[in-house]
Every structure is written in structure tokens, then in C-alpha cells.
Nanobody
């Protein structure tokens, strides 16, 4: 059974930093897309960052480009999201996602419906 477990969320002041972690179990995803999404209250789930496989360049939403960094550690079967210069508008529940197939189009990376596995989410709150 595949499980994704996020950690690292919390309350931080604007301008601060957090690092989210997502540990996968049940299978490895080094050759498959993995990403981070977020959902604020009353809003749809939106893409944050992802890459197609381990070692690939990461893709970012315009709203986080230059502030967030996506990375993977294959030895730990874990992905990370380093979040710097946080803003109040970054407040949301952050979800880790993985796709169980490496048959895909790069345009799918930002689409929640193209991911098969999801974590339970971790809350990030940025105070002004």
C-alpha cells in the first residue's frame, strides 16, 4: 500500500522559511512524477512545484518561482519543498502527490487529476 506522509508545516511570520518533507512508502517514485500542491480555504487545489523524475529540472508556479525550491532524496524516498520569503498568501494546506505511471505529458505536472497518490496534507500559516 502506497502512503505519502507530509511533515514540516507550521506557523511562521511573513519573510520566514519552512521546509516541507514528504516521505513515500510502499513503492519508489524516483522514475515518476512527484509534486506539491496547496489548497487555501474556499479555493481550488493549485499546483506549486513538481518534476518528472529524480534529477529532472523542477517546474514551479509563477507565484512561488524564486522563493520555493523542490528537491528529492532517492535514498530516503522523500521529496522536499524549501519555502523562503513566505507571504501571507502562501497560507494553505500543502499536499504531496505522486503519479504511478511515467507515461505522461509535461503539461500534466500541474494537474491534480493526473496524480494517483496523495498525502494527508500539512498546514502552513504565514502571519503578517
Amino acid at each position: 500500500q502506497v502512503q505519502l506522509l507530509e511533515s514540516g508545516g507550521g506557523l511562521v511570520q511573513a519573510g520566514g522559511s519552512l521546509r516541507l518533507s514528504c516521505s513515500a512508502s510502499g513503492r519508489t517514485f524516483s522514475s515518476y512524477p512527484m509534486g506539491w500542491f496547496r489548497q487555501a480555504p474556499g479555493k481550488e487545489r493549485e499546483f506549486v512545484a513538481a518534476n518528472k523524475w529524480s534529477g529532472d529540472n523542477a517546474y514551479y508556479a509563477d507565484s512561488v518561482k524564486g522563493r520555493f525550491r523542490f528537491s528529492r532524496d532517492d535514498a530516503k524516498n522523500t521529496v522536499y519543498l524549501q519555502m523562503n520569503s513566505l507571504k501571507p498568501e502562501d497560507t494553505a494546506v500543502y499536499y504531496c502527490a505522486a503519479r504511478g505511471s511515467n507515461l505522461f505529458d509535461v503539461s500534466w505536472l500541474s494537474m491534480p487529476s493526473r496524480y494517483n497518490y496523495w498525502g494527508q496534507g500539512t498546514q502552513v500559516t504565514v502571519s503578517s
